[in-house]
C-alpha cells in the first residue's frame, strides 16, 4: 500500500509539472501571437498614412491666397490639431491627397480629403478611422462607417517639420503663424497595446510637395 501511494505521489507530481509546462508553453504562444497581431496592424496603419502623405496635394501660389476676412478656408489645407477623446489627446490630421481609395460608390480617382481621427467603442477602446472623401468635401463629419485602421490605440500623434527643420506639435497651412506654409516633413508616432504590452511604431515622412511662407501676401 505504501508503494502504492508513492507511486501515485510521484505521478502527481509528473502531471503538475508537465501540466505547468504546457501551460506556460501555452500562454508564452498566445502573448506572442497578440504581438504579432498589434505589430502587424500598427506596420499596415503606418504604411497607409504613409502613402497617403506620399501623394499630399498642395495648391502653390499664386493659385493660392491667403484667406481673407470673409473667405471660406482652403479646401485643401493642412491641418493638424489636438483632439481629446475620453480625456486623452491624440492628433487630429486632415489633408488632401492623390491617394483615393475608393470604398463607397464614388469615382475610382481624384483629389481626396483625407482625415486620421481616433473614436472610442462602446467598450471603451480607442480606434484610428480614416476619413477620405472626395471634391466637394462640405463639412468633416465623424462618420461610423469610415474604415477603422487599427484598434487598441494608446497614442497617435503626428511632429510637423518646416521648411528650416524646426517642429511643431500643431500646424494650420490657412495660419498666419507659419506664413501659410505646408509642412516640409511629417513625423508619425503610433502606440498601440492590449493591457498587456504595448508596441511603439515611428517614422518621418518628407512630403514630395510643399507650399513656401508667403511673406506679406506674396
Not at 484667406?67 to 489645407?77: E, F
Amino acid at each position: 500500500m505504501i508503494e502504492i501511494l508513492i507511486a501515485m505521489f510521484i505521478f502527481a507530481i509528473i502531471i503538475t509539472t508537465v501540466f505547468g509546462s504546457y501551460r506556460g508553453t501555452a500562454e508564452q504562444i498566445e502573448r506572442v501571437s497578440k504581438d504579432r497581431y498589434l505589430v502587424e496592424m500598427g506596420r499596415n496603419c503606418i504604411d497607409r498614412i504613409t502613402r497617403d502623405l506620399l501623394a499630399v496635394w498642395v495648391v502653390q501660389s499664386p493659385e493660392y491666397q491667403p484667406p481673407g476676412i470673409n473667405s471660406d478656408p482652403d479646401p485643401y489645407r493642412v491641418a493638424g490639431e489636438d483632439d481629446s477623446v475620453d480625456n486623452l489627446f491624440y492628433t487630429r490630421l486632415q489633408f488632401t491627397s492623390l491617394a483615393h481609395l475608393p470604398i463607397r460608390p464614388s469615382r475610382s480617382f481624384g483629389i481626396a480629403r483625407i482625415v486620421y481621427y481616433v473614436q472610442s467603442d462602446e467598450n471603451g477602446m480607442h480606434r484610428l478611422f480614416r476619413s477620405d472623401r472626395l471634391f466637394p468635401y462640405g463639412r468633416f463629419e465623424e462618420d461610423p462607417m469610415d474604415p477603422v485602421l487599427c484598434t487598441h490605440v494608446h497614442a497617435l500623434s503626428f511632429t510637423f517639420y518646416d521648411s528650416d527643420g524646426e517642429p511643431h506639435e500643431e500646424w494650420n497651412s490657412e495660419s498666419e503663424s507659419v506664413k501659410y506654409a505646408t509642412p516640409a516633413a511629417v513625423e508619425i508616432r503610433l502606440e498601440l497595446g492590449d493591457g498587456e504590452s504595448t508596441q511603439i511604431f515611428k517614422t518621418r515622412v518628407n512630403l514630395p510637395v510643399r507650399r513656401e511662407k508667403i511673406e506679406n501676401g506674396v
